[in-house]
C-alpha cells in the first residue's frame, strides 16, 4: 500500500484532493488510523485559501482565537495569533506550521491537480488520474477542494485583449503586485473586493471601483492580539471550543438570544451600536432573527445605512455604496478596514454598473456606460464558482459511469454534504448541503473529518469496504436543506449561495443552514444508529449492493 513515487501508478488506501484546512487534518487523521494516504494539491504548498488568497490586506474576518484546529491542546496552547482577525501571511504560516509540527508534507504531492476520479465496481476502488499523468488506485476518495477555490474571471468581451496586467484575488502572485503610480480598475466589491480596494488606492495614482452591487459591511477593527484576550481563550480552551461546536455559526460570538422585534427601538440602537463599536461580523448575532424575520433585518440593515451615510461624504457616493434591495446578511456579510472611508479619497473613482454594466474590456481598459476608463492593471475582485465549482472541475464518475456533473446539473444532492447516492466512498468535506460556508470552517472541516475518520474506523472494525448514501436518504436531506433554507430570507438575494453570481448556474440554495451545533447531532444520530442513510457492504462485486441490514 505504500506509495510508489517513481511508478506512475500506485495504490493507497485514501487519496485526499487538496492540501487546505481540511486535507491537512484529513491526512493526520487517516494516518492515525493506519490508512495509506496520498494528498494531491495543485498549488505549491499547503494552505489552500491561503495559499491562494494573497490580494493586499486579505485577512480572515473570523476571530483567530477560533478560527484554528482544537484537535491538538498542545498546538492551540503554542501558536500565538499576533491579531484579532489574522491576516493571510499569517495563517499561511499556521498551516505551514501545521505541516511540519504533524509531518504531513510526506504524503502530499504538490503542483498536481487531480483531473478525474471513477469508481471500479469490480473491486471497489477509485481509479483516479492527475494532470502529470498518474493513476492512483484508492478505497477512498476524499475531496477536500474548498468551497471557495474556484476562481472566476467573468466573460467579458475582449477581455484577453486588455494590454495592462490583470490578476485574480484568488489567484494572487506570490511575490505581490506594485501598484505605485498605476491607474487601476477593480471590479467586485465583495468581501475581497472590500478588502483590497483600501490598500491599493494607497498605492496607486488612481482606482477605478466597478459596483454592480453594493455591499453590507461592519469595520472589522482589528487591532493586536491582547494578552489578556489570548490568555482567557488559552485558559478556556476545553469550555469554548465546545461551546463553538454547540453553536449556531461555530463561533462563540455572544449571540443575543431574542428578536429584535421583542426590544425597544432604543435597546435595539444600542444594541447595534455596541456591536458596530466591537467590530467584525458579529454584527449579525445582534438578534436572533435578523436572517428569518424581516422586520428585524431591516432594523439592522437601516442602521449600516445610517453609517455609510454618515462616513461617505459625498451624497451621491453614498447612495451608491447603500444596499437596498436585499435583506442584509444574505449576500455574505463583510468586514472591512477603512472600506468606506475610501471613497473620500480623491484618487478613487466609484462606477455604478447595475444599470450599465461592464459592456468591454478594449486593450487600454474597461468599457462601461459609453465611457473608457483607461487603466494600467484590472483587479478582477469576481468571485468563485462556489460549492460545487471545484467538485466539478473535476470528471468524478460513480457506479455505472455516471457522472457528478450530470447528476448535479439541477444542483447539488448530498446526503449531510458528506456524500452522495451512487458514489461509494466517495467523500466531500464541507460539501454543498452542510454548514459550510454559513460558519467558520475550521470548526466544519474538523467535525467533517472527525465523523469520516469514526466512519472509516467502523467499517475498518468490521471489515465492511463500500459506504454509500441511499437515495431515498439523499432525497429527504436535499428537501430538508431546501426547507430549511426556504424558512429564512437567504433565498431572496441574488448570492453565491444560491449559484446566482455564475450564468447558467442552477438556483439552490447550497449550505445547510440548520446550524453548526443541531448539524452536528444529527450527523452523530446517524452515526449512532449504525450510518442510517447509508448502506454499507463488504463489496459491490457480482453486481448485487449487499446491504448490512
Ligand atoms: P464575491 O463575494 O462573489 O464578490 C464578487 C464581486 O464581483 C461581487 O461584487 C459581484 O457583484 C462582482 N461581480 C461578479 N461578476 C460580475 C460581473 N460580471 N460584472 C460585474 N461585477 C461582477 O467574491 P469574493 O469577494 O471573492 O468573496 C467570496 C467569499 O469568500 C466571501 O463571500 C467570503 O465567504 C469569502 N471571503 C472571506 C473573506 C474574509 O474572511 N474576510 C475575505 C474574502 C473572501 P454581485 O454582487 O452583483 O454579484
Known sequence: ???????????????????????????HRLRGLGLSVRVIEAGSGVGGTWYWNRYPDARCDT?????????????????????KFAGQPEILKYANYVADRFDLRRDITFNTFVTSAVYDEDDDQWAIRTGTGE???????????????????????????????????????????DFSGKRVAVIGTGSSGIQCI?????????????????????????????????????????ERREMQRRSRTGNVNNLNDVSAMSVSEEDRQSQYTARWAT??????????????????????????????????????????????????????????????????RDNVTLIDIREDPIQEIVTSGVVAAGKTYEVDSIVF????????????????????????????????????????????????????????VLSNMIVSIEQHVDWLTDCIGHMRARQLHVIEPVREAEDAWVEHVNKTANRTLYPSAASWYMG??????PRVFMPYIGGVGRYRQECAEIAAKGYEGFRLAASSRAGAFQSED
Open 1 to 27: 500500500m505504500t506509495p510508489g513515487r517513481e511508478s506512475h501508478s500506485s495504490a493507497v488506501d485514501a487519496v485526499v484532493v487538496g492540501a487546505g484546512s481540511a486535507g491537512l487534518y484529513m491526512s
Open 279 to 344: 467590530g467584525g461580523t458579529t454584527f449579525m448575532a445582534s438578534f436572533n432573527d435578523l436572517v428569518t424575520n424581516k422586520a428585524s433585518n431591516d432594523t439592522a440593515a437601516e442602521f449600516v445605512r445610517q453609517r455609510i451615510g454618515e462616513i461617505v461624504r459625498d451624497p451621491a457616493v453614498a447612495a451608491r455604496l447603500t444596499p437596498r434591495d436585499y435583506p442584509i446578511g444574505t449576500k455574505r456579510i463583510c468586514a472591512d478596514t477603512h472600506y468606506f472611508e475610501t471613497f473620500n
Open 135 to 177: 493513476d492512483i488506485r484508492a478505497r477512498f476518495c476524499i475531496m477536500a477542494t474548498g468551497c471557495l477555490s474556484n476562481a472566476r474571471v467573468p466573460d467579458f468581451i475582449g477581455r484577453d485583449g486588455f494590454k495592462g496586467t490583470t490578476y485574480h484575488t484568488g489567484h494572487w502572485p506570490h511575490e505581490g503586485v
Open 198 to 238: 483600501p490598500e491599493i488606492v494607497k498605492q496607486a495614482a488612481q482606482v477605478y471601483v466597478f459596483q454592480r452591487t453594493p455591499n453590507y459591511s461592519i469595520p472589522a477593527r482589528n487591532h493586536p492580539m491582547t494578552p489578556e484576550h489570548e490568555q482567557s481563550w488559552k485558559s478556556n480552551y476545553d
Open 63 to 83: 476571530e483567530s482565537m477560533q478560527y484554528s484546529y482544537s484537535f491538538s491542546p498542545d498546538l492551540q496552547q503554542d501558536w500565538h495569533w499576533t491579531e
Open 381 to 436: 475582485a469576481t468571485g468563485f464558482d462556489a460549492m460545487t465549482g471545484a467538485l466539478l472541475k473535476v470528471d468524478i464518475r460513480g457506479r455505472g459511469g455516471e457522472s457528478l456533473r450530470v447528476k448535479w446539473e439541477a444542483g447539488p444532492r448530498t446526503y449531510l454534504g458528506l456524500a452522495t447516492a451512487g458514489f461509494p466512498n466517495l467523500f466531500i468535506i464541507t460539501g454543498p448541503g452542510s454548514p459550510s
Open 500 to 505: 446566482a453570481n455564475i450564468p447558467g448556474k
